[in-house]
């Protein structure tokens, strides 16, 4: 069953997605006002593609090459000027769709749109440690926009001009320790591939740059701030750079790829 909203926005939202059915039904309940609501999933562990189904207009499974390959491919299927880009955990609100529909109808809008987001995390929005806003490009013609090609953290190129959106996206990646963990290996292996042809690690890099990152996140970016929540996400974003260490040193003196064998 595909549903539509009454009045519809003349926009496409695209969301890839892979085991989100704790997620996906929020995240398309939220942009319900958009014309077209396109769905690319790359799992078939849980039932996300069956809600998606009955939410979006339309649900494309696609087996997973890479985030960027995926986005890519959504943004193919896309048939409206304007796109909306998501991911499964996040969320649009009435003000982003306010001011969304303001860019729709202006007579000389940007071409693309930097959308803030609010991260949480244990139910805590962290507003300090290098968390927001966090400018994400998100909104843009269609026509103009293409996909960076990187294994982790990619975004969307728009050839010409860019504005800024005030009403944040809310980000709802890190519900609890284990989803972080878990997020935070997956993209230190890409991280540590896109990396490996750069330079080669020593003990000194191990020694130092995770000590560092924390001292960024937790102390410079004033994450203390954020309280536990705050001292918690900068460990692991300290952990983080320590496994993208591990893997290069994996990939550079075991011949390793990190990948599973």
Known sequence: MNVEASESADLSVIIIAGSEEHNIAACLESVSWAAERIVVCSSREDRTEEIAAALASKVVYREFTGYAAQKQFALGLASHAWVLSLDADERSTPELQQEILTVLSAAQPADGYFIPRKNFFHG??????????????????????????????????????????????????????????????????????????????????????????????????????????????????????????????????????????
């Open 124 to 261: 805590t929005w962290l507003r300090h440690g290098g968390w927001y806003p966090d400018k994400q490009m998100r909104l843009f013609r269609r026509v103009a926009t293409r996909v960076t090609d990187r294994l982790v953290h990619e975004g969307f190129e728009v050839d010409g001009t860019r504005g800024d959106l005030n009403s944040p996206l809310l980000h709802f990646t890190l519900p609890r320790v284990r989803h972080l963990l878990k997020k935070n290996l997956d993209y230190s292996l890409f991280e540590a591939r896109e990396k490996a042809s750069r330079r080669r690690v020593g003990p000194g890099d191990f020694i130092i740059r995770p000590p560092l990152e924390f001292l960024k996140k937790y102390v410079f970016q004033r994450g203390f701030l954020d309280g536990w929540e705050g001292f918690i996400v900068a460990l692991i974003h300290s952990s983080n750079k320590l496994s993208v260490l591990i893997y290069l040193w994996e990939m550079q003196y075991r011949n390793g790829d990190g990948g599973e064998r």
